[in-house]
């Protein structure tokens, strides 16, 4: 390593982008800094896979980079564990390597934004920062699609995205002359459907000196692991997973992503794709991810149907992209918003798995085992529940931004805070995405196995989505019962006799006021 360099370029975490034009050019004055960092171990309680996964996927990065004939300084926890913060390092390096310059891509959470725009350095240091190059749209598009503070239909942008960049696209009208296929992709897995899914494809990463470093630094984490991480660290193994995705899982993709099972060894991973790590470490880039995708259905295999293809590109160019837009344009005031005025404590299961309730014991234990829910079982399950049981916003926020190994606060956060549970007041969701026990049992066989009743609301034995269903909608009814798309279950609720309400809504507080025993 050498004594000064002109230029300091910092790559975080999740800047993993080995096709940024940072890297066209080899230049000897540049040093490329990758550092793990106490303040991004710590600022919230990590899964030990979500830490891993970082750790190792820089590592991977750091030794491609030098491959590739740059010079990488990359730092461990015990190189940096005498800087509070990424400001107060990059000034320490800067001044070591008596550097000219410092630059740094746009960071995709909000608070390191705020820090590196903060940063400070010798007057004679010129500071710049640049794109990411990751997303479909810049930072500078996302008020040309979106609107601060209002409702932004998810919809209506990624239809705008699906013209912009001519996916899917006969001329100006959609393939097949339909946006979507949602009736096609709600289907419940049957006995002879469970015997098809393909065994997932899994990584053997030796993780034993993160762990080592772990430890040594008393980082705090939550769920398990072995010595060896099973998600893709590297461009070749990302590479790797999405192809099995397209080869494997995709024709069945669109028909069952949303549907859950408790039985085999491959109900956590079914037909999704798993590629959100990937994805958002930016290893991968959300274009060629579609392109493969689409090369597979446009290639003429037959077993890939319209509707599975096009299940899969909304999730990636219009709901990633569309989560992500939602962020920028209403932060910071968006981490604060709680509309709902939510402020229950989130029970000690969501850390254990230790409930009666099967779905949430399923979807719980699944997390901490693998770092990995899908989206239904994040919104369904433990998003609605925790909706329904008025959680404290910021509480779940901390729970879905730790235990998840894609979670990053820009996904992350409206997602939960917004899609989940409704505290944006409809910034996201035109209703609150509320069910009662039936959603589950209709997409889901957890019901059968469980130690409560799907079909009964008020005995003891009875599911409690079903009671604190209600409970919420009446809860809330003033700011609801005007929702069109809300509406008729008050009108269904009119219709039930007084008891019967009345039986209900007790079993309701009963559950509420006893979370921790359910």
């Given at each position: 390593m050498k004594n000064s360099y002109k230029t300091l370029r910092?790559?975080?975490?999740?800047?993993?982008?080995?096709?940024?034009?940072?890297?066209?050019?080899?230049?000897?004055?540049?040093?490329?800094?990758?550092?793990?960092?106490?303040?991004?171990?710590?600022?919230v309680r990590h899964h030990i896979q979500k830490i891993c996964g970082f750790f190792a996927a820089m590592s991977a990065f750091a030794e491609q980079l030098k491959s590739f004939g740059h010079q990488v300084l990359h730092l461990t926890l015990d190189d940096t564990q005498d800087f509070s913060d990424p400001s107060s390092l990059i000034t320490h390096l800067a001044q070591t390597y008596n550097i000219d310059t410092f630059e740094y891509q746009q960071p995709d959470?909000?608070?390191?934004?705020?820090?590196?725009?903060?940063?400070?350095?010798?007057?004679?240091?010129?500071?710049?920062?640049?794109?990411?190059?990751?997303?479909?749209?810049?930072?500078?598009?996302?008020?040309?699609?979106l609107n601060p503070k209002k409702h932004n239909r998810m919809e209506s942008f990624y239809r705008k995205m699906r013209k912009r960049f001519n996916i899917l696209m006969d001329g100006d009208q959609p393939l097949d002359g339909r946006w979507n296929?949602?009736?096609?992709?709600?289907?419940?897995?049957?006995?002879?459907?469970?015997?098809?899914?393909?065994?997932?494809?899994?990584?053997?990463?030796?993780?034993?000196?993160i762990l080592q470093r772990?430890?040594?630094?008393?980082?705090?984490?939550?769920?398990?692991?072995?010595?060896?991480?099973?998600?893709?660290?590297?461009?070749?193994?990302?590479?790797?997973?999405?192809?099995?995705?397209?080869?494997?899982?995709?024709?069945?993709?669109?028909?069952?992503?949303?549907?859950?099972?408790?039985?085999?060894?491959?109900?956590w991973s079914l037909y999704h794709a798993r590629i959100s790590f990937a994805l958002n470490s930016k290893i991968l880039h959300p274009s060629e991810v579609v392109q493969a995708a689409l090369d597979r259905y446009y290639c003429g295999d037959e077993a890939i149907e319209l509707a599975?293809?096009?299940?899969?590109?909304?999730?990636?160019?219009?709901?990633?992209?569309?989560?992500?837009?939602?962020?920028?344009?209403?932060?910071?005031?968006?981490?604060?918003l709680n509309q709902l005025n939510a402020s229950n404590n989130l029970p000690d299961y969501f850390w254990t798995g230790n409930t009666k309730m099967n779905c949430v014991k399923h979807a719980v234990e699944q997390s901490l085992d693998y770092a990995y829910a899908h989206h239904i079982q994040r919104l369904m399950v433990t998003g609605n529940f925790a909706m329904l049981a008025g959680i404290d916003p910021d509480q779940l926020d901390q729970w879905y931004l730790g235990i998840y190994i894609d979670a990053i606060e820009w996904v992350e956060m409206p997602n939960t805070r917004g899609m989940s549970q409704f505290a944006d007041g409809g910034l996201i969701a035109t209703k609150p995405y509320a069910a009662s026990g039936s959603y589950i049992n209709k997409m889901s066989d957890y019901c059968g196995q469980?130690?409560?009743?799907?079909?009964?609301?008020?005995?003891?034995?009875?599911?409690?989505?079903?009671?604190?269903?209600?409970?919420?909608?009446?809860?809330?009814?003033?700011?609801?019962?005007?929702?069109?798309?809300?509406?008729?279950?008050?009108?269904?609720?009119?219709?039930?006799?007084?008891?019967?309400?009345?039986?209900?809504?007790?079993?309701?507080?009963?559950?509420?006021?006893?979370?921790?025993?359910?």
């Open positions: 910092l790559v975080l975490g999740d800047q993993l982008n080995q096709q940024h034009s940072w890297y066209k050019t080899q230049d000897s004055s540049v040093l490329y800094v990758i550092a793990e960092l106490h303040q991004e171990a710590n600022y959470e909000y608070r390191l934004s705020q820090q590196l725009k903060a940063l400070t350095l010798n007057p004679e240091v010129a500071i710049f920062c640049r794109d990411s190059e990751h997303f479909l749209l810049t930072n500078e598009e996302l008020t040309q699609y296929f949602d009736a096609e992709n709600r289907q419940k897995l049957k006995p002879a459907d469970l015997e098809k899914i393909p065994e997932p494809l899994l990584f053997s990463n030796d993780i034993t000196l772990l430890k040594r630094h008393n980082v705090e984490t939550i769920g398990t692991i072995s010595s060896h991480l099973i998600w893709p660290v590297s461009r070749q193994q990302s590479l790797q997973l999405l192809d099995f995705f397209c080869t494997y899982c995709l024709p069945l993709f669109g028909r069952f992503q949303d549907a859950m099972t408790h039985q085999g060894k491959q109900r599975q293809i096009e299940g899969f590109v909304r999730q990636i160019i219009g709901w990633r992209e569309y989560i992500r837009g939602v962020y920028w344009v209403n932060m910071p005031e968006y981490k604060d469980c130690d409560y009743k799907v079909k009964e609301r008020t005995t003891e034995d009875a599911c409690p989505f079903n009671s604190m269903y209600w409970h919420f909608m009446l809860s809330n009814s003033e700011r609801l019962k005007n929702n069109p798309r809300t509406a008729m279950a008050y009108r269904s609720w009119d219709k039930m006799q007084p008891e019967v309400r009345q039986a209900i809504l007790q079993r309701g507080e009963y559950c509420i006021e006893n979370l921790e025993q359910l």
